[in-house]
């Protein structure tokens, strides 16, 4: 009898589970075990021990699950590395990193069965056994005399041959859809025995790596690229810094092609899948079927299905993902690139463990030997503090590619126009004047607004009333399509007061604007103008979102509002105008790293403008207009604000010169919250002193009838991490098995954004 550690997909220590050495199960294997009274769960086999653990009774592995392990080589020190980092158990790893239906549970075995995922499979023929050794003309006599009269019987014949040999199939099986053949000819020739069919597990197209076709660069490039493979090579991370439009891409091409011909995978993480389909449009043309992408949007049977595939693969894939394609077995790892390596939607906010996906790629290169490159036209402050101490070599792209200019800031100042009497609604003149400018040239323009919606918020007039979510402690966003009044926190809904509710007057009114305003504005100010609007209400799927894109890409559109989605990675040609309409709320936010935030939406933003012409204007509005960031981001200075940023963050010993963890508690019983969150600070004082701060109430105090509170852990670099998380993790223990803080959801967030 053997022993194995099997991890289980809860919050919960590994399991001790029996099983006989004949069974062939491995470290690394997906197996059902039964843990509890009934329940059947999957887990991983962690550790392989032939020592009896000394405690009671001890259940056995029912049966291995699927043919290749589902965590292999570094991908287990992945997890583990994981567990350990953002303090929390294997078990949520694996609930996190593995596709549902990886990992069914049931309440019997029967069931259990039943909900095991079987790949796809497909058709493969072959001639009959007896045929196989036959070659040449040997094998052209054995067919014609098989086929008397059926020409078209030998065709097929001499096709599966004929494909076999050019496959190399030592076992005469080629895929039934490559043989152009009805399938009622099939089923009379099998059973005159002379083919045979089977179904097999549907692969990849099996491809020759080595000659793709890739773009030519420019010496600036071929440097970068030069630079960087250095990098690669002595497995050192690249930071490869290169403005928007300098050609980031076209060198990760080369990367790629370079990695897959020596059969190796390579990973390429970029933002928003949805995002960037253009982008694996690109390297579909290029890598062909080597070329897999993975994101959210997906099915959970197409995540099992690509999960399965690339654990059994033998090298040569690449994957284009979303921050979870990192949990992806790719055993034959030489590469991962990470794209806009500085964006947010890298961090997981929502579920444990609270992961990103930058950070652990950084990681991951080392565990499996592969190189790195972050790339970025504003890198995160973190990344570019680890490329002045050398940690990553940083790599510069100044250019544009094809020689495109930057385009020109000019900085509107709100404040200004309104005495001036130079504002119509939200917009400036300068802002007006340039857009009827594009317009009347044929060009496009694009707005950027940070909120959607009408508006953010009704008041009363009379009374100061404002509608409220009765869950969350957030005002409601008015919007007009349909009309409602909407929280963005829990999405509740409710149809907007005719009167106000507390003084029956009707004198209502609506406070600042979102994009539903600004599009309804802007169709009143340029009636001939075509206005698209693109933004979380209007882009429900990735049909819609496509839809919006593609006719503002053809010119079917002239003006596009939007959000942050607008900001990343869309290369429009047309575009010779980029109005950011209120960059106020982005400088005010109430965070450290609200300035750094602020200076890359508006970099990216407003290089969305004139990728490839010169002549295009960005303009931004502001009553800040000689705010630091502001002229940084006019300027396109981004060392001037990393510089004067660091500075603040060296000063008060902030992140990247301290490490943030951020424990996020919640309950629906408000002086319980209060009293846990107390009792835990106290506790983690008595460990980290002046080190820890709060509690506080969230910046949104209560959510979905939960109320809120946060305490952070600051630890200075210099400091012992590992062992500042073993106490952190302590103290947590103790809460989860208080009896008096049963019902507080304790969260935790290592590097907090
Ligand atoms: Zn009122
Ligand atoms: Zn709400």
Redesign the pocket.
Known sequence: MLYARVVLPLAQPAYTYAFDESTGIGVGDAVVVQFGARRYYTGIVWEITTERPQLGRIKSISRRLYSTPLVGGWQRRMWEWVADYYICTLGEVMRMALPSLAKPSADSFEEFSKEIFKMPTESYVALAEELLPLGGEQLAQRIESLCRRAPRRAEIMRRIASLAAEKGAADGFVRRRLIDADPSILTAMRSRSLIRTEQRERTAEGETAGDFLLPQLSPAQQLALGQIRQAVDSLQPALLHGVTGSGKTEIYMHLIAETLSRGKDVLMLVPEIVITSQLVERMERIFSSHVTSYHSKLTPHRRTEIYLRLAASSGGELVVGARSAMFLPLPHLGLIVVDEEHDQSYKQTDTQPRYNARDCAVIMGRLAGAGVVLGSATPSLESYVNSLSGKYRKVDLTERYGGGELPAVIVSDTMRAVKRNERKVHFNRVLLDGMAEALEAGEQAMLFQNRRGYAPYIECRECGWTAR????N?T?TLHRQPERLE??????TMTPPAACPNCKTQNISTMGFGTEKVEQEISRLFPEARIARLDRDTSTSERAFRTIVSAFEQGETDIMVGTQIITKGFDFDRVSLVGILNADNLLNAPDFRSAERAFQLMMQVAGRAGRRRGGSRVIIQTSQPQHPVIRQVAAGDYEAMARQQLDERRTFNYPPYSRLTRFALRCRDYDRLREGANVMAEMLRRKFGHRVMGPVSSAVET??GEHRAEIAVKIESGASFGRAREMMREVLDRMHSSPDYKSVTIAVDVDAQ
């Open positions: 979510c009765p869950h969350c957030v409601l929280c963005h926190y829990c999405g509740y959510i979905r």
